[in-house]
């Protein structure tokens, strides 16, 4: 009975020791989008477990004189994500629900807030 007391304990510190902390402001999933790439084709990116309560401006598409917004979002994270027309979550907005919110190829977006 002590032998296996041990090995419990000893498993369980292990288990403490070998777990990846994530970041306590973080959402959990995955955020899809497309975007227009370069080249002029279709392109899709993703953010995963982004930070959440944070503005995030997409990389691709930051700059409104070099680039064309971001569209068709597919919010997979267990936040509600809300997108917005302008770079640093200014402009217009629009909300996708958590686990499975999406928009069509109309939806133009630049940046992307979680809750």
């Known amino acids: 009975m002590r032998l296996r007391t041990t090995v419990a304990a000893a498993l369980g510190a292990l288990a403490l020791v070998v777990t990846v902390p994530t970041s306590a402001s973080a959402t959990v999933g995955l955020f899809a989008y497309s975007y227009t790439g370069l080249d002029g084709t279709p392109q899709i990116a993703e953010l995963i477990n ?42 217009d907005h629009f909300s996708l629900r958590p686990l499975g919110g999406h928009a069509s190829e109309r939806l133009k977006f630049r940046s992307v807030v979680f809750s």
Not at 63 to 73: I, V
Request: aromatic share 8%.
């Open 50 to 91: 982004p930070p959440s309560g944070e503005c995030v401006t997409l990389p691709e598409v930051a700059d409104p004189n070099s680039s064309n917004p971001a569209n068709s979002p597919w919010n997979y994270t267990v936040s509600t994500a809300t997108v917005f027309t302008g770079p640093d979550c200014d402009g």
